[in-house]
């Protein structure tokens, strides 16, 4: 019960301090308890959240961009206050227009300083980044920027084709092995999930989507490529080769999974 309340608290600090930004859900200063529960109160979404319309759907390069210039926006914000959000997902992106020209980063209960150490954790296996895919094997890892500039990278995934690259960022899932093959350069063959974006699409990805957080792009490094195409030119809809179990309609989406490392 304490805990909870203190996490209540927290979230709610976070959220009420950092909602002055246009890209981030607006907060009220208003909170109470019921016996069950702990609310605060917040904006409402008249479009819903991001899952809701890309579960209907790929969104389009345009809609996208929009997307992501915004996240970026409000992540740069966050990041500004020494403070990384933790969960950037399509359940905690907010809509507000049908053109997506006004989308809002909410949900901070994960939220955490730099720099603090984690043992353990709640973690969306899909969003994660590989450091926080193997803190069961190691002890624990430290916040950095670079896990939010890696879940930006997934999203951008996620919006242009409807499905995951992986189901989690570990050399025991073939899909993400491919990846890294490639990443290293130990082969040319542009993994088939990734094929049809453009060079520069790739490129960002690249850089994003980096095995070594520390080698990462920031997420203001993404403003430069968005006058480029993402999508080869005359390749009209992406063509995936998924499995139908990396859908954002699939379970894999909703589950949170617990990592931790004993003591002894």
């Known amino acids: 019960?304490?805990?909870k309340k203190m996490d209540f608290f927290r979230e709610l600090h976070y959220t009420y301090f950092l909602s002055p930004h246009p890209n981030i859900v607006n907060s009220f200063d208003v909170a109470f308890d019921t016996p069950k529960s702990f609310?605060?109160?917040?904006?409402?979404?008249t479009e819903g959240d991001l899952l809701k319309l890309v579960k209907n759907g790929s969104l389009n390069e345009e809609q996208v961009k929009n997307v992501v210039k915004q996240v970026g926006s409000a992540l740069e914000f966050v990041h500004s206050k020494d403070l990384v959000h933790r969960d950037i997902c399509l359940e905690n992106i907010f809509v507000y227009e049908k053109d997506f020209q006004r989308v809002k980063i909410g949900d901070f209960g994960q939220t955490k300083q730099i720099d603090t150490l984690?043992?353990?954790?709640?973690v969306r296996l899909p969003w994660a980044a590989p450091e926080i895919c193997q803190a069961i094997e190691n002890e624990g890892y430290?916040?950095?920027t670079s896990q939010d500039a890696w879940q930006l990278g997934i999203l951008i995934f996620v919006c242009m084709t409807g499905f995951f690259p992986w189901a989690q960022a570990d050399i025991t899932d073939h899909r993400y092995s491919e990846w890294l093959a490639?990443?290293?350069?130990?082969?040319?063959k542009i993994p088939q999930n990734?094929?049809?974006?453009?060079?520069?699409?790739?490129r960002l990805f690249r850089r994003l989507l980096d095995p070594k957080p520390e080698m990462r792009y920031g997420v203001k490094e993404?403003?430069?490529?968005?006058?480029d195409p993402w999508v080869i030119k005359g390749s009209g809809e992406i063509?995936?080769?998924y499995d139908e179990d990396l859908s954002v309609n699939s379970g894999l989406n909703k589950p949170l999974k617990k990592v931790s490392r004993s003591s002894s």
Do not use: C, M, N, P
């Not at 609310?39 to 979404?45: G, K, L, P, S, Y």
């Not at 490639?182 to 040319?188: A, E, F, T």
């Open 182 to 188: 490639w990443h290293k350069r130990k082969s040319v």
């Open 1 to 3: 019960e304490t805990t």
């Open 39 to 45: 609310v605060f109160v917040q904006e409402f979404a």
């Open 239 to 241: 063509e995936i080769y």
């Open 142 to 144: 430290h916040i950095t």
């Open 194 to 202: 990734f094929k049809y974006f453009s060079s520069r699409l790739l």
């Open 118 to 122: 984690v043992k353990k954790g709640d």
């Open 222 to 227: 993404v403003t430069k490529y968005f006058g």
